[in-house]
């Protein structure tokens, strides 16, 4: 794999730190092993819903916290102390992490557990002062000088 050398990058920007981060953390980020599966849709305009594929976990044993832009899925599985033999072990039962990285204002709204798949609902907050506004433009009233329409009365 390659490495990247992201210093001449800081060197000639200036207030992109967040973004230098974020092509930083991809390129070292190691190989993901694609377990588990997931789905990310687009439900609106600034809505979105990710799917994981978690058959197999009960509610208790998966956690989804969200810190600094990161979301991150973890499963953990207990340990079944059950003696059992196996003709066939197909059904993953291992423990995960996947992480997403959410952009700015992105909250979490929601998140369910139904038919084997965790579905988080996401929507995209924009705080008042940052959403588009609609200015009003007035028409410019005319002054009337003092003399110029005096002549036409008398």
Do not use: C, W
């Not at 730190?17 to 694609?34: F, K, V």
């Not at 044993?61 to 033999?85: F, I, S, Y």
């Amino acid at each position: 794999m390659r490495t990247f050398d992201f210093a001449p990058l800081y060197r000639s920007v200036v207030g992109f730190d967040r973004l230098a981060d974020l092509l930083e953390s991809a390129a070292t980020e190691p190989a993901s092993t694609g377990y588990p599966p997931y789905n990310i849709e687009r439900t609106a305009e600034n809505e979105y819903r990710i799917e994981v594929a978690v058959a197999g976990f009960r509610p208790d044993e998966l956690n989804v916290e969200v810190k600094e832009n990161l979301l991150t899925v973890q499963g953990r599985k207990t340990a079944n102390d059950e003696a059992r033999t196996y003709l066939h072990r197909g059904l993953a039962e291992r423990n995960f992490e996947r992480r997403f990285q959410l952009a700015d204002y992105v909250v979490v709204t929601d998140a369910s557990l139904a038919d084997g798949l965790l579905s988080l609902s996401l929507k995209r907050e924009l705080p008042e002062a940052l959403k588009p506004r609609r200015i009003e433009i007035g028409a410019a009233k005319s002054t009337l000088i003092e003399g110029e329409g005096s002549e036409k009365a008398a």
